[in-house]
Every structure is written in structure tokens, then in C-alpha cells.
């Protein structure tokens, strides 16, 4: 009996959704380029599973039922196109196959356009759990032609995690939209972290907090409506694992050096191309490039000198501030994601419903979070809204809290403590809610040394003033 439903690469992820298939009523053939691997596979995690395993691409296509239905779990680039070449040969009329790796939007546009032409399908699908979220339900960003997702359907409804208003997956979109919403979940997440990073060195740093106390704050930070998450959740459990042999918290024997995949660095990118402004993410961004430079970084410390002041104030007080720094800078952070998103759904035609794409964040996903039921909310009473910053409720909150929001960071210059991430969303907000920014100068010094012209407020037209005549008569 043919096996409805094929994957390609057997990683974690790869593993784990395949299991998660199976699990769901799927019959399932995986294949891996490394035989051992799929052994391994077949021995440790699949006895009496209805998976059948395979050993080569032929053995595998000849093992799916028509039209196949083949997830792609490799790395991204060369590998998946690698996989591709190699898969068309064997396959048929109206067979499929998805890419549920982090893809390139781009590529993801290139590949639907290739293959659908020739009769194939082709769907580029963001999965978004980790390993946990592949087994037991993650969040799925599938793109592509509605045909095609239609034909999934049946079994991404079943393997996505399940919230009160349904599962955690949806059609996203023609092309590439699928990865490019993956891509800017990531940059959104990115973001996350690095918030919730500073806020930590804040708390370590400036208030002195010992890893009890951290737990107990993030603990209790996520009992509430605003940062109830994912993120928040496994920060407070992150402070409870002690090193064995040191006696010391985990967290404070790891190398300051965060890595990246890439999926930031295209947020920004996409960003810069489209005229987005999204400054909480490339903070975060760049936070990581200089954590990178450790050595560097350390040579620095014995030359260079910061402040020497000490915070000397109500120590439960500050915690709530930073509480409600961390909360507004989130909500910009996520306005800037959703802004980003809407931008491409038009420069694309991808007709995207950010709200809905908030619905199927709410489980599954890394950036899930109790706070995305306010951003569904948001778009739902009002599906043109411009910006996040003018839903009402979010408007109230950093309204009501922008006072602490500003003291935080206030404070943590004071002291020397960097808040890239805050103080870029506190930017972000200034910059938008301002009705008149010094770009007018700007503008000036452009048509001064360029001639590039500039409007007028007072009059309708495009202008051009001689400087240095008009200065030399000051």
C-alpha cells in the first residue's frame, strides 16, 4: 500500500515532522541522502510507526501515492534546488512538493513559477516550533498557488498546533509569501530576544538580581495578559539550571556571542528595499554582529571606561518600569513586523490577512504569545489600519506607560548598561507620533550640494534655491 505523504531530510525537524504526520493519521516514506541516518531514524524513533523507510529517490517517489505530496527538509539555498533537480525527473503531473526549510522568499517565488509551469506544485511553507513544535504541533506559513494548498489542506490543519479559534496554519499567499511571512516572524522574534536581553541585563546589571530573583520576575512577568509567552516562559526557566560542576547558572557559563542563521539579516534587507523603517529589529541585528566580536570586545573593556554611578533607588519599582519598557518596546517591535508585512502584501499583491497571520502565531510558534490575540483584535476591528502604534488599545497602553518607558532608558544611559532594542522602539515611536521630524534640513543639504530639489509646506510644486548665492548675501 502507497504511503500518502513523503520527507526529504531527516534532521531534527525533518524527524519530528515526519512523526507528527504519521501521528495525525498519514502513512509516511522518508528518505536521507545518509542511509545510516535513516536507519538511526527507523530504529530509535519509528518501531511500529507506519513509516516506510527508503534508500534511494527512486525507491521514495515509488513508494507515495498519486499525486505525491513530498516535504522538502534540507538546508536552504543550493541544497533544496539540489533536491529539486533531482526530484523532477521521477515526478508526475499535479505532484508536489513543499519546502518547509527557511527559504529565501525570492528563491521560493522562483521556484513556484519554474515548477507550476511545467505542471507540478510547489509550495513554500514557513514552519515555525522548533523540535518541540514539529512533534507536537508547530505554526505553518504555506505560500503558493490556492490550488495547491487546497490539496494539503487535509493534513496541515491536522499537524499544526491547535488554539481556540482553530489550527495554527493558513493559506498566506501567492509566490513566496509564505517564507516571506516566516522571514519577518523571524526578524519579529529576533527582536523579542533581544528585548528581553536587555531587559535582563537591566534587571542583573543595574538592580543586582541574582537567578533567583530573575526567575521569579520572568515567572511572574508571564502570568500576565501583555507578556504571557513563548519567549518569556523559557527565560524564566532558563534561570533555573545550575552547572553541576560549578555550582554556578547555566546562563551565566555561556560565551556572550549569539549566532544567526540569516532570516534577520533578509528582514532587514527586505526592509531597506521596501523603505520600511523597522529599527527594533535591525537593533537586534546588530546586537548580535557585536556580541560576535567577543575578543574584541574584551580588549576594549581594558581601555575604555563608562560611568561609575550606581542605581540607588526602589529596586520592586524599577522592576515594574522595565516591565513596561519591555512591553512597549514589544509592541513596537510587532507594529514594525506587521508594518513590513502589509508593505510586501501590496508590493507583491500577496493580499495578505495580518490578522489571520496573528491567529495562527498565537500557538506553535516561537513569537507565540498571549498579546497576539490584541494584534488579531486590532486588525480585525479595523483591517486598513495603518499601524499598530493607532489600534486603541496598544495606543492607551504606551500612552499610560511611556513615562517608565523613558526612565528605564534614561537610567540605563546613565549608568552605561546599552538598550539598543528600547531605545530604538522609544525612537520609533517619538519619530512616528511627531508631525514634523528635522528631515526638512535634510532636505535642504540635499538640494545645497546635489541640486535634488525639495516641496514646500506652503505651497504646492517642486523647488530649487541657489545656496551659495543666497548665503553670500546673509
Keep these: 500500500m502507497a504511503q500518502s505523504f513523503g520527507v526529504i531530510g531527516l ?62 527538509m534540507v538546508k536552504a539555498g543550493k541544497p533544496v534546488d539540489a533536491v529539486i533537480a533531482q526530484l523532477r525527473p521521477l515526478l508526475q503531473e499535479d505532484d508536489m512538493i513543499i519546502d518547509g526549510g527557511n527559504s529565501l522568499y525570492e528563491d521560493t517565488e522562483r521556484r513556484v513559477s519554474e515548477l507550476e509551469s511545467t505542471g507540478l506544485s510547489y509550495i513554500g511553507m514557513g514552519v515555525s516550533g522548533g523540535e518541540e513544535g514539529a512533534l507536537n504541533g508547530p505554526s505553518l506559513m504555506p505560500g503558493g498557488t490556492k490550488a495547491a494548498y487546497d ?45 528581553i536581553a536587555e531587559a535582563y541585563d537591566l534587571l542583573k546589571n543595574v538592580l543586582g538580581l541574582n537567578h533567583t530573583q530573575l526567575h521569579e520576575v520572568f515567572a511572574e512577568w508571564n502570568t500576565t495578559d501583555e507578556l504571557d509567552s513563548y519567549l518569556i516562559e523559557i527565560t524564566a526557566d532558563i534561570f533555573t539550571k545550575i ?49 560576535s566580536i567577543k575578543e574584541e570586545r574584551v580588549a576594549a573593556s581594558k581601555q575604555l571606561t563608562g560611568p561609575s554611578a550606581r ?36 508590493s507583491f499583491n500577496y493580499d495578505l490577512d495580518l490578522g489571520e497571520i496573528a491567529r495562527i502565531w498565537k500557538g506553535g510558534c516561537i513569537i507565540r504569545a498571549r498579546f497576539l490575540n490584541k494584534i488579531k483584535h486590532a486588525y480585525d476591528e479595523n483591517g486598513s489600519l495603518a ?73 504646492a510644486g517642486t523647488f530649487h534655491t541657489e545656496w551659495m548665492k543666497e548665503a553670500a548675501k546673509v
Design 243 to 291: 552547572d553541576e560542576e560549578t555550582s554556578k547558572p547555566i546562563v551565566e557559563l555561556i560565551v556572550d556571542a549569539a549566532g544567526q542563521k540569516g532570516t534577520g539579516r533578509w528582514t532587514v534587507m527586505s526592509a531597506l528595499e521596501m523603505g520600511v523603517s523597522i529599527p527594533t529589529i535591525i537593533a537586534a541585528v546588530n546586537s548580535r554582529i557585536m556580541s
Design 11 to 72: 534532521a531534527v525537524m525533518g524527524e519530528n515532522l515526519a512523526l507528527n504526520v504519521e501521528r495525525n493519521g498519514f502513512p509516511v516514506a522518508v528518505y536521507n541522502r545518509s542511509p545510516e541516518k535513516t536507519q538511526a531514524f527507523m530504529q530509535e524513533r519509528a518501531p511500529g510507526k507506519n513509516v516506510q523507510a527508503t534508500y534511494s529517490l527512486e525507491e521514495f517517489v515509488g513508494a507515495l501515492e498519486r499525486p505525491r505530496r513530498i516535504l522538502v
Design 151 to 195: 490539496s494539503i489542506e487535509p493534513i496541515v490543519t491536522k499537524i499544526a498546533a491547535q488554539v481556540d479559534d482553530g489550527p495554527c496554519v493558513t493559506y498566506i499567499g501567492p509566490g513566496g509569501s509564505g517564507h516571506y511571512v516566516k522571514m519577518v516572524h523571524n526578524g519579529i522574534e529576533y527582536g523579542d530576544m533581544q528585548l
Design 387 to 459: 499601524n499598530l502604534l493607532l489600534a486603541p488599545e496598544f495606543k492607551q497602553t504606551i500612552l499610560d506607560r511611556q513615562e517608565s518607558w523613558r526612565e528605564v532608558i534614561a537610567m540605563a544611559a546613565k549608568l552605561g548598561i546599552p538598550v539598543p532594542a528600547f531605545s530604538a522602539s522609544l525612537d520609533y515611536f517619538d519619530s512616528y507620533r511627531r508631525d514634523r521630524l528635522p528631515q526638512n534640513l535634510t532636505q535642504a543639504q540635499r538640494d545645497y550640494f546635489g541640486a535634488h530639489t525639495y516641496e514646500r509646506v506652503d505651497k
Design 311 to 346: 542605581f540607588d533607588g526602589d529596586t520592586q519599582a524599577f522592576v515594574n518600569k522595565i516591565r513596561d519598557a519591555l512591553y512597549c518596546s514589544k509592541i513596537c517591535s510587532y507594529a514594525q513586523g506587521m508594518a513590513l508585512i502589509g508593505a510586501a502584501s501590496k
